[in-house]
Structures are given as structure tokens and as C-alpha cells.
């Protein structure tokens, strides 16, 4: 190259004045020490769709390439590619230069976005100049959430012969599948599939399974965590308990089963469900009447074991050291008591979906029989297997999902399972009507398309029009919609509505993060490292994530993710050592790495 | 047999309006949530899609947008904040400039000074008119009264007769609306019972005290039409008369202050998009029924005689609204409104007959 090639660099967006906001003025100041760059324009400088104007613009300044920085700047491309054709320039020549894309999108990351800026300038790959120092890596993993995407992950490292400690805050490790009757669209048990793997776990010599236990602090750096974790008080030797169930008969108090999604009752000391793993017993402080008032321990006495059950037992904090994490805490439930117009909570037989799954389960509080929600001696209101069928049954989709009024965002397995659970209805109960109101039908999967037309075919009514109300009248359930397709207005008497609610962000997923040092998006999901090509690496070494708690997505997804973050895990034990922290790397170390590629 | 698009109606509607309709997913929230829809009454989703796809004459050809009372209760649970309610009220201000044969009720619509420039001219005539009349007292109010009457005659024939016809052509005859001769009677019926009850309000969740407070606005507002122009209330020496007058003037400068302060306030989802004409009717109300009350109150205390331009300015505000307002302003709403039901009940009768004929 003879000529010595100038850039110019265009801002596609202005500092917005938010504090936590990148601050463009910033940037454009560190952009005009940059060797050859004579311009640099902003947002707003000139019309965009005035390519004979940036065509003379970029002829009077000689350019021959154009950085355009901001987030998803690939939006406005086109506008430049045009300018740069008609000033006889290469239209190849328009480099992006995108923020958000490269997980740069605040003020703390500005080292990032500058880097991501002089990357572009120079012409490298802003992956290749952020490569992170290595550091000696501690080949013990703690696996955070034992739910499939933990599970997943925990057998793929364990059986390549390295410790994992896999950490559940609950008293079982199952996690959401558990509860889940069948899969889509293969229609398989989801236990079946599910407690192989659960009892793998806890047999696994490589695993250290610890149930009831919750991460509360994450000190060190990649390569050599300390976590503090706080192992709850069980009440119940894990050790010597023998399942006997001696303890839960002569229990007086009860409470809503957490496991069946509180459709019935089960005791203060109780197993989740009967393949829980560890399959031993836990006693539900909240409920118990001994922890209440001292007054109580029936179950001590009646014990077999000397010593089992210590109802005085207190939380522990306990402290482990490993190399690598893998995030795995999945999702909640959308609420839907919060749509008002549902009436969910108000009227007994509106479900929702999860709710469903355990009352159409055989193992479930009805062995599987479809039928109401009635009120117990005591005023709880639980299924029962002799409370009668529906003759005909709602389902209503998009429930807390694609709505500005409360979650955006697709929840992405509800329109499956919702089919599912139709199918299932028709299965059990063929002579009842099965209505599903829809927004948009999205089966997007493989072989999801042929389970729609298999289960159109079923005779269940799929009727596209978003539910607006759910009114009782005489006992009946009036559902309210418009029949888009068909131009009408429905309102359809049903004896049972389910709710397919979407999946959220737990509550504390926020918190994890911080302690983590990684990012949730506008969402609240967590954020990868690249959202085409590495969907389970963080900007955090050593620190990777797996399952919904990335974005929602189905089982074969999250299956398919645990094992991914595993791999992750596994080649830094191979290479003895783990990647650092992109976040970390100081602007001189990606302008040096940059320097080098050129 | 084809539709023809017209790309720009949503360009165009947005003038009257506030929100991003293409937002809309068509999930059909908007019409079941609402308490007013039913089987062939459907709204808004369908003037969303009209709008979306560009088909003006689908839209002209609707009475639903006037059968929507503006609960708001779309707009709060659309998944989209497309804002559908908005929607329907623009919807209403564009179908108001459709109907009007004359133009005037578009260009004082879209062009905020051309609404200011006619108010400026009639308040010049009113006060040219006074000063020929050298500010006798009696002469002038003498005229005042004409004004009125004559006033109320060419409007109601000249702008409004016109325009309901148009609106008749529009909705019912250029779609062949194929009603029955009964059905036109009971149109006759609902016609009058909606333009003085607003009845259909009550349907709509919540409404019960803006229904209470319009009804009483627009009671009180009939009234005092009649008493000022039919009893002639500034003339009369009739007790009862008099009080009336009082009565219904108090009732309509009280309660459109009410609404003018909600509209402030914003506090309800109708109150949150106010446009220039929307403020203008209600203020204009409101200082009708003030002037009234007090060019009363002034002439039983003895004051008028040395505070004239009191009355000069409740004609000029008179004139303004019966010249401005009532023909190509947002009054006409609350015709257009009543006429519109009873027009749904006749394609109402007309779906039934076709159901029925198929079935």
C-alpha cells in the first residue's frame, strides 16, 4: 500500500445523558487521537438517506473506509456501503463497530467499547485482540441449580473423571422437568428421561451433591473461587435417614406441595417427591409446629434412627474452593394473579399450566385424572381424584409474555406445551372439547410443526385471538376473545381455563449476577459472551452459563447447553488453566493485542 | 369486487392523533376486553387493520368508532401500547372532517392557527356588530337573541343536515346496508334515546360518575339552549324562567370545570391525549354557561347597565361557538354519535336477516 489509507468514523448514536449509559462524547474524544481518522461524525450531522451528500463528504476528506460505532450499528450500513459507491470508493470498506454486541453497553465497560472502536479502526477482530491472560485453573467446578441444564453439565464433567459440586436450593435436585408430566413432541415421560439422570447424579463418586444449600458470596478470581454457600437446616441427617416415611404419618401439619405445584397438601416433614434425589426427608420450617412453639416432636419419637431428626438444627455457612462455576438456576413462573382480567385465584378452575402438568401426571395428586379444584374439610383448595371431569377446557396462551404490560419477551415453549397439554386432555378425556386461544403459533423446532398438524387433527379448536377476560357465570367459565381468522367475536363457556404462563428470570437472578460479576440483559436473563457464537461463556473467566437462566428455551436446548458450559469447564481443566476476564483486560492490553494482529 | 388502498391513511390519521399503531400484533385484545362490542359490532382491532392496509373506504364506511365511549380499557391492557382507544378517538376526529361537505372541520382539525384565525374574525364581527349598533344596550341584545335563533336554523340546515346525510350515504347506503322499513323506525328510537342518555356508557367499567357528570353537561346544556333561546332568559321578567336559567347554567360551567380539570389532570386514559379541539369545546362550554349565568346575575342586580361588555363578551364567546364549534368542531360528536347507533342497529337488523336467510 503506497497511499496511506484514512478512516472515518460515524456515531450512530448520541449519549442518551443516562448515567449507567455509554458516554459517546467520550468516545469520539478518544477516536480523534487516532492515527488517520480526519473525521468524526455524529448522529444527526447529516441526513442519512442523503447519499449524494456523505458521498461528497467522504471525497473531501479522502476516506476510503467508514467505522460506523454504536449499538446494532449494521442498521444503518446500507446508508454508507451506497455513499462510499457513489464517492468511487470500495462499498466493502464499512467496518462496525457494535457496542451492545460486544457486551460494551454501559459506562463500567468503556474500556470494552473502546477497544471494540480501535479494533474496528485498525481492521482486526475484536475477539482476537481481547484474548485474556491465563491463569492456573483449580479442577473442581461448582455447578450452581440442579435442574436439567445442572444436571446435564454436572454428569458431563463428572463422568470425564473431574469434582463437581452441584448446588440446589431445594431439598431435591429435579428442578422444573420433574414436575413436568410429558415432553414435546415426542410425547416421552419427562420422569422417565429425567430421574435416570437425577439418581446418576447422586450415586456419581465424582459429585457432591449439596441439596437445600444456596451460594451466597463469590470471592477469588478465574481459576480459584472461594464460595461461600449456606447449607439450610434440614432438620434431617442426610446420612443416616432411611426414607422410611415413619416421620410423615404421624405429622400433624400440613402445606402446600411445593413439588405438585401446590394442587395438594403434603406434611411439615415430607420428601418432595418419590424420586427425589437425595430421597430423604426435610422438614419445612415454616410450617413446622415444633420450630413455631417448642410444642410438638412427634416425629422424633417416632424415628427409628437414634439422633435422625434435630429439630433444633441451625443454618451453616460453609466455604468451597473451586476453578470454574456453571450457572444453571433456570426460571419462575409468571404470576398470573397480576392480569387482573384473568381471574386466576378468584375462580377455582383456573390453572396454571404447571399446576396442570401435576394434576394430568399419574403421579400426581389425582393419578392423573382430569378434574376440579375443590375445598377440603380445612378450606384448602387441592384436586382430589373424585371431584369430576370437564367437559370442556380452555387454554390460553401467551400469558405474561409478549406484553409491554409485563414480560416482552417470547417465553418460546409455551405454544408447544400447550399443545401438548391438549393433546394430553384429548387422551384422557376424548369426548372433551379442547379450545386454545393463540397469538401467533410458533413451532419452531424440529418435528414441532408436525406435532401442530398432528394435534389439529386431534379435533382440539385453534382459535387465534389473545383471551382479554375470564368471567364465572353460573358456575361456568366465560373466556373472551376475538376470533381473528374468523372475524367474530367468541365467548366460549368452558368448565376449566389453564394459563400457559411464560418463564421469567427468578427474582434473585439480579443478585447472582452481581455476585458474579456477569450481566443480565434489559430482560433480566443473564448475558453471554457472543450471541452467535458463544451462548455459554461469560465476560467473566471461568464463569459460564447454561440453560433459561440464559434465555428461555426447551429441553433438548437446555440439554444441549449443559453439556456445551461442561465443555467449557473441561478444556480448561485439560489445559490446566482458564481464560481471564474480558471484562478485566485494560484498554492498553486489547490496543497492544490489536497492535500485534495488524 | 376489489378494495382500493390508499398507502397514506395512516400518515394521514396520525394527524389526529398521538400513537404508533403499527405496533399492533392483531391479537385482538382491544375488541374483547371491550364491553361494547358484539357479533358485528367490531372495534378496534378491524379500523387498526383498515388503517394498516390502507382501505379508506372500509373505514368510512363504519359507525363503530362513535359507538366507542373511550373507557380506555384497550388501551390499558394492550400487549403492544399500540394504543388502540387513542386510535379510535383520531379515528372519530377524521371521520368528523370526512363527513363535513364544507372542509372547514378539516382544516380547523389539522391547522391549529386556521382555528385561531376563526375564532379572531367572529370575535371582530361580533364587537364590528356592537359598535354600529353604537353598544345600545337593547339593540344589541335584541340582536344577540336573533343571532341565536337564526343562528341555530342555518347551521342545523346548511352544515349538520348535510353532513348526517353524508354520513347516511357513507355508512349505510354505499355499503348496501339492506334494512327493513321496522328497523328504521326503531332507529328513530334508539336515536333519541342515545343522543340524550349516553345510555351505552354504562356499560363500560368504571364510568358511572364521567357518565353522571356528561349527562349532566349536556342536560344542562339542552336546557339552557331552550331557555335562552326559545324562553329568551335575559328578556324574560318570569320567575321560574329566570331560575331555570340558573339552574341550567350553573349545571354546565360546574360540571364541564370538573371535566376540564380530569382532562388536566389527565387521570383517566380518555383525559391523556387532549388535541387543540378538544380544549377548545370544553373551555368554550365552560365560559358559555359562566357568561350566561352572570350577564343573569347582572341584569337582576342592577349591574349590566354599567358593565355591557359583559354581555359583548358571552356573545362573542356565543358566536365562536355556534359559528365554530357546534358546526365543524367536536360538538358534532355527540351527533354524529347518536346517529351512528342507531345506523349500527340498522346493519344490526341487516346481518340478521342475512344470517337468517342463510341459515
Redesign the interface.
Known sequence: MGEKELTGIYFCQLSNGHPDALNISELAEYAKGFEGVPVVWHSGDFLLSDADHIAARIKENNLSRIVIAGDTPGMVKTFFTKAMAKAGKNPGNVILAGFKEHGANTMIRMNLAKGVLYCAVLGVPFEAATVPGETPVNTETMVIGGGIAGIQASLEIADGNQKVYLVERTATIGGHMAMFDKTFPTLDCAACILTPKMVEVGQHPNIELMTYCEVIGVTGGPGDYTVKILKKARRVNLATCIGCGQCTEVCPRKAPSEFDAGTTLRKAIYIPFPQAVPNKYVIDADNCTYVENGKCGVCVKKCPVEGCIDLDEKDQEVEIKIGNIIVATGFQIFDPKRVENFGYGKYPNILTSLEFERVINAAGPTEGNITFRTQDKKGNWIFTKESGSPKSVAIVHCVGSRDENYNKHCSRVCCMYSLKLAHLVKEKLPDTEVHEYYIDMRAFGKGYEEFYNRIKKEGVHIIRGRTAKIEEKDGKLIVRNEDILANRLVEQEVDMVILSVGLEPREDAAELSKMLGIAVNEDGWFTEANYNTDSTNTFVGGVTIAGVCQGPKDIPDTVAQGAAAASRVLQSILNKKVKGSIKELSLENIEEQAKQLK | MSTRVNPNLIKEIKKFGASDWNAC?????????CNL???GV?FP??EIRALQMGLEDKLISGVEPWVCYYCGDCTE?????ANPGELMMSVRRWLTTKYDWTGLAGLFYKSLPALIIGFILVAIGVFAIGFVKDFNHEAVMHFGHKLEFWLIISVFTLILVPNILRMFYFTVIKPKVNASFRSYIDAVGTLFLHMFTQIKTLKCDKQTVRWLEHLLVVLGYLGLLVITVFLDWFGTENKIIIYLGYITGGLVFIFTALLLFSRLNKEREVNKYSQPTDWFFIIWLFLMGLTAFLVRLFIDTGLLANHFWLYMVHLMILAQWGILIVPFGKWTHFLYRSFALSFANLKKAALNVKVAAAA
Do not use: I
Open positions: 400484533f392483531h391479537c385482538g385484545n382491544c375488541t374483547a376486553v362490542t358484539e357479533e367490531l382491532r378491524k391492557t394492550c400487549p403492544r401500547d
